[in-house]
């Protein structure tokens, strides 16, 4: 069975600072997903990593993925209010078609 | 090209009631998978469907919980006689084909009260 573990499940951070949440899987998969949820709203789509060694950058956040590891970080850099969020991690094998499983998520609040 | 569209938003049913909660996959996609996610948890599956066809329903709990996806019209996932602990956000996603990127809806969130 695939699990998917995700760290820290809370993250407090000061705006300006940087942090890193680290994403786990058990077996291999094909593809790691990021996702960002505020609260109330859906899954807004941040990254699709799909080889090892991807990296891949929007604004503040860089993921990045070590299939060997079976290993995926979600890196924030100067963070500011508005990235606070639940940020969850899902992947997905070839044999399950498109399922996915999710990660517990990571809420991060971001402090003025 | 509309997303995944589900309806209603927001649903509120008493104890004992039905709730019927309705997907409509992106257009040109046949694949939809069924998620629920708690207060505070995660998104779990639960079942994953094509045109006419439950391919995968091992994270459906074994009763009260049905889904189907016609060859005409929405996927329906249905939960009869509702208990509290069936409030939760349900999303939908869709895929075009097998083992392609899936793409989420806005969700339902169901209140039992």
């Known amino acids: 069975e695939l699990k998917v573990e995700q760290n820290p499940l809370f993250l407090s951070m000061q705006e300006g600072k940087n942090y890193t949440i680290y994403c786990n899987y058990s077996?291999?998969?094909?593809?790691l997903y990021w996702y960002r949820q505020d609260p109330g709203k859906s899954l807004e789509s941040l990254f699709v990593?799909?080889?090892?060694?991807a990296v891949k950058q929007e604004g503040r956040l860089m993921a990045s993925l070590d299939t060997k590891a079976r290993l995926s970080t979600l890196h924030i850099t100067a963070a500011v209010h508005d990235l606070s969020a639940t940020y969850f991690c899902?992947?997905?094998?070839?044999?399950?078609?498109?399922?996915?499983?999710f990660g517990e998520g990571t809420q991060l609040t971001v402090n003025p | 090209n509309a997303g995944v569209m589900q309806n209603p938003r927001h649903l509120v049913r008493r104890r004992g009631q039905e709730a019927r909660l309705r997907c409509s996959p992106m257009?040109?996609?046949?694949?939809v998978y069924w998620y629920r996610q708690l207060p505070e948890e995660g998104l779990k599956f639960m079942v994953y469907?094509?045109?006419?066809?439950?391919?995968?329903e091992s994270g459906m709990p074994k009763e009260r919980f049905s889904a189907e996806f016609p060859k005409e019209g929405p996927s329906i996932l249905r939960i009869q006689q509702v208990v509290r602990g069936d409030s939760a956000a349900y999303f939908c996603?869709?895929?075009?084909?097998?083992?392609?990127?899936?793409?989420f809806g806005q969700g339902t969130r169901l209140t039992v009260v």
């Open positions: 899902a992947v997905d094998m070839e044999t399950s078609g498109s399922r996915l499983t």
């Open positions: 990593l799909l080889s090892n060694g």
């Open positions: 996603a869709s895929s075009s084909v097998w083992n392609t990127e899936a793409f």
């Open positions: 469907l094509q045109k006419e066809n439950i391919i995968d």
């Open positions: 077996t291999t998969s094909d593809r």
């Open positions: 257009k040109g996609h046949s694949h």
